[in-house]
Each structure stands twice: as structure tokens, then as C-alpha cells.
């Protein structure tokens, strides 16, 4: 074992105290990684608060980890010393079912291994990058090419493939009308992405606030949703929606806006139930869906991609005695567009 620098809350709406914890010595397969930046993600906020289930505490969140290999095991083969390399959301799955040998190691039937607040193959509470390192096994850990800055790409180890994953799926690109719901975190990500993937792109905020912003990023259009001619005026336009806020949405309205076999895809996550009528769906054959981060052969593609398109996250880089303002801010959507955390302020 190793101890490492890091910052944990010990309870729902607890502050975040320096502290130390843990690392399991290096196995034949694994890396260590010197963590450069993590990004602060809503989902951070929604598990410490209790909000997804139970939660091991002291917890050290954290799954968009940017930062380079200072060690490896004897038998690592895809990562070498001074790499720069990162991890998202999983650290490990059972790597035998039907889901993880099609690449869709986040769909484990046994549950994939998650950064933190899980429980880890050395059977002890993972824990995330809010610290100075991480180990974890080399299949789990993502190359992160010259082309992007590690802090601008930490973010992209979970907002980057949450948007890329569905956007990807179902076919964004020429020819295609894809709206994003909400320019934040998540949203603005989407919109870059999108844009690169020759989709038309537009934004569907409650204000036209973050108008300036999202023209600049790629969109072609910009609508308040809390002006009530928006659904009247793209009534049956888009192929395909996203949506990355994490409130209930009027769900038939937005359906609305679906044409002939348009999906409208779920990546953020109320944490109340919605509900809709039948025949939203039934009319023009739209879909309701849901998408949930990528797999890791997916998540390496997402970071070549944004490599080649020159998309990286909008960031505001914070020290670790910031994460509480930081978190307070976030949840009065006061960022454009993600906290990035500097580890070398630990």
C-alpha cells in the first residue's frame, strides 16, 4: 500500500478536508498515474449527498482524470513511464460477459467497477481523483493524445463520451438536425462534438442567456424553451435530442420537436420520475432513450476525435481548497462550462 494526498467529505453536504488514503500496490497489470487535473462533475455532487444510493464515506470523488504514468507493472504492455493517460468513470469490469466483450464494459452484467464509491477488485471502497495518484489495471486507463491539454481533457474522460456515445449512436453528422438540451457542463461538450460530426446543431435552453456562447461553440441556432413559440416553431425539426440537464422535462413537448423516426436520448438524470403519453412516441415513430458514458475502446475513440477536431472542455481551473465553493457554484450553474481541479495545489 501507498499513501497518497487527497480530499474527502465524511458525510452528505460535509465539507472536503485535506486528508490521506491508500493505494493498493501496483499488480502485474496496473499503472500508477500521477493526476495532473480532475474534472468536478454534477454526478460527484448528486452521489456524496446520498442522492444515487448508499455511499462509502470518507469519500474521495472524482472520475475525469487527466495525468501522466510515473510507474507500471511487470506486465503492463499499453502504457509506459511519462505517458499522458487518464481514467473516467470505471476502473474494472468482469471483463467475461456478453456486454464487456462487445465493448460495452460501462453495460457489465456483473457491474462495472466504478472510480469511486464502489468497491474494488483488492476489496476495498474505490476512490477517486481528488487525490495526487491513482492505480488502476492498464485495460481501464485511456491514452490521451499531444493534441489536447490535460486539463482541458480531463473533462472529457465523462462529459466528452456522455455526448459522444449517443451522438454517435444515433448517427449525428451531415445532413442530420440534432438539438442539445442545456449549454452546460455536459451540453456544451455536445454541442463542439456534434458540430465536428457535420451535424446542424441547435440549443434548447430555458434563456437565451449562454446564446453568445453557443453560437461561438458550433451552434446554428439558439431557442429559449421558456419562450412558449419555441415548440410551436420546431415542431417535428430534429432527428435527434439530447438531453443533458438533470431536471424533469415536459417530455410530450419535446417529442414534439422529434420528426419521423427521431429519438430523444437521456444523459442527464432527474432524480424525480416523468411521465409522458403513448401516443409522443407513437406519432412519426419517435424513440425515447437513454445512453450512459461509453465503453473503453469508444472512450479512446471520443479522445481521438476530439485530438483531430481541436475540442476541449471550457474549464475553470480551481485549487483543492476551492471544491466547496466550486460544488456550491455548480449547483447554482454558476461555471462555463467545468471546474477543473490543479492537483500540484494539494
Known sequence: MRSVTAFATLGPKAPFDKTTIERRDLGPTDVL???????ICHSDIHTAFGEWGDVIYPLVPGHEIAGVVEEVGTEVTKHALGDR?????MVDSCRQCRNCHAGYEQHCLDGATETYNCIGKDGRPTDGGYSTHIVCDEEFVLRIPDAVNLDVAAPLLC????????????????????????????????VKIATAMGAEVTVLSQTLAKEADGLKMGASAYYATTDPSTFETLAGYFDLIVNTVS?????????????????????????EPMSLYANSVMTNRRSFAGSNIGGIAETQEMLDFCAEHGIGADIEVIGGQDIDRAWERVLNSDVRYRFVIDTATF
Open 247 to 271: 431536471v424533469p422535462l415536459p417530455l410530450n413537448r419535446y417529442l414534439s420537436l422529434l420528426t419521423l423516426d427521431g429519438a430523444l436520448v437521456m444523459v442527464g438524470a432527474p432524480p
Open 85 to 89: 493517460v487518464g481514467v473516467g468513470c
Open 33 to 39: 498515474i500521477k493526476i495532473a487535473f480532475a474534472g
Open 159 to 190: 462529459a466528452g463520451i456522455t455526448l459522444y456515445s449517443p451522438l454517435r449512436h444515433w448517427g449525428a453528422g451531415p445532413g442530420k438536425k440534432v438539438a442539445i438540451v442545456g449549454l452546460g457542463g455536459l451540453g456544451h461538450l455536445g
